[in-house]
């Protein structure tokens, strides 16, 4: 069984589209692919990844708070139950470091850098989705209330040999 070696929670509000990246991060710049503004061909709806990062498409509407949860396993963590898988694949992050950034964006925001501790390793990467609505109160709209959870699961990486 898996063992979460670490984990950081970050937020990001998208101001404009519906589009975010989780991308590698170099000396505070985001410098992997995808990068803000790329134009990238969809492996799935929701969803596309390049070699360093991926690009989300929110289905919340603009100026909504999107939650992402980095977390840092020692081998293939359990796929949760409640959760929609939305991608699993591979990254390469040369710097050891990984972050949110708006995708349609000129500037980088402040938001946390995710350190892995290990660079030039390619890491096995997973991204679930979970959308958490009123389910509480029938008299009300199920998206009176609505918050958006992520989950970006990084796991043995394997070192690049030079």
Not at 91 to 117: A, K, M, N, P, R
Not at 142 to 151: H, P, S
Request: glycine share 8%.
């Amino acid at each position: 069984m898996a063992v979460l070696l670490t984990s950081a929670l970050d937020s990001i509000t998208i101001h404009l589209g519906s589009e975010f990246l989780v991308t590698e991060v170099t000396d505070g710049e985001p410098t992997g692919t995808p990068s803000p503004g790329d134009v990238l061909h969809r492996q799935q709806p929701m969803i596309s990844a390049g070699p360093n990062g991926v690009n989300i498409t929110s289905d919340s509407p603009t100026d909504s708070v999107i939650h992402v949860r980095f977390e840092l396993w020692d081998g293939a963590p359990e796929r949760l139950a409640a959760w929609t898988q939305m991608w699993e694949g591979e990254l390469y992050l040369g710097s050891g470091t990984i972050g949110l950034v708006q995708h349609f964006s000129e500037e980088w925001d402040e938001y946390l850098q995710f350190d892995t501790g290990v660079k030039d390793a390619s890491w096995s990467a997973r991204v679930q989705t979970r959308k958490l609505t009123n389910t509480e109160e029938p008299d009300f709209p199920a998206d009176v209330v609505c918050v958006e959870l992520y989950r970006m699961q990084l796991w043995s990486p394997t070192v690049k040999t030079r």
